[in-house]
T-cell receptor
Framework: KAGVTQTPRYLIKTRGQQVTLSCSPI?????VSWYQQTPGQGLQFLFE???????NKGNFPGRFSGRQFSNSRSEMNVSTLELGDSALYLC????????????FGSGTQLSVL | DAKTTQPPSMDCAEGRAANLPCNHS???????VYWYRQIHSQGPQYIIH???NNETNEMASLIITEDRKSSTLILPHATLRDTAVYYC??????????FGQGTRLTINP
């Protein structure tokens, strides 16, 4: 069974631009969560989607948004990029909403210049 | 906020058992203890979880004290590939995973 796939693996953007990251969960998993990881703040929860609906949301500004498609694939969008948005963005899938046994992808490393 | 306390770093010799402690003195009756690890440049990997009984799987053993205020993750025969940051997390089904700073475990040859 294929794991969680995130694309792209690396991304370089400039301040003010917007970016879209993609995540394909494990086949059969309907829950997708997004995390931001930085050296200073560690792993921080962004949001969780289940059956195309956002079920949980972390403490991030509205510039961070996401969506989930009917095939459970998810995208995360960050608008008006700031330097502080430079981070590793991780996607995780689970078989149930709020599922604690998460399977993570390798992440997208975003650098904002 | 993370509800656990872990030492920031630990060292262990290759081939020996690595014992990683975690304090969770405010754990509630319906909260599980989960362990994940993150190897450099990869996403976190689920290891094991438990409620109050000791658990064992192919990766590790989890020992939870009777009062459930602390636990220990045991890697029975550590290898160099076990070098990673290990996260201890407590939560119930309605919560989201909150990662603390974890323990950076270094396995030395």
């Amino acid at each position: 069974k294929a794991g969680v796939t995130q694309t792209p693996r690396y991304l370089i953007k400039t301040r003010g631009q917007q970016v879209t990251l993609s995540c394909s969960p494990i086949s059969g998993h309907r829950s997708v969560s997004w995390y931001q990881q930085t050296p200073g703040q560690g792993l921080q929860f962004l949001f969780e989607y289940f059956s195309e609906t956002q079920r949980n949301k972390g403490n991030f500004p509205g510039r961070f948004s996401g969506r989930q498609f009917s095939n459970s694939r998810s995208e995360m969008n960050v608008s008006t990029l700031e330097l502080g948005d430079s981070a590793l963005y991780l996607c995780a899938s689970s078989g149930t909403v709020g599922g604690e046994k998460l399977f993570f992808g390798s992440g997208t490393q975003l650098s904002v210049l | 906020d993370a509800k656990t306390t872990q030492p920031p770093s630990m060292d262990c010799a290759e081939g020996r058992a690595a014992n990683l402690p975690c304090n969770h003195s405010t754990i509630s009756g319906n909260e599980y203890v989960y362990w994940y690890r993150q190897i450099h440049s990869q996403g976190p990997q689920y290891i094991i979880h438990g409620l109050k009984n000791n658990e064992t799987n192919e990766m590790a053993s989890l020992i939870i004290t009777e009062d459930r205020k602390s636990s220990t993750l045991i890697l029975p025969h550590a290898t160099l590939r076990d070098t990673a940051v290990y996260y201890c997390i407590v939560l119930s089904g309605a919560q989201k995973l909150v990662f603390g700073q974890g323990t950076r475990l270094t396995i030395n040859p």
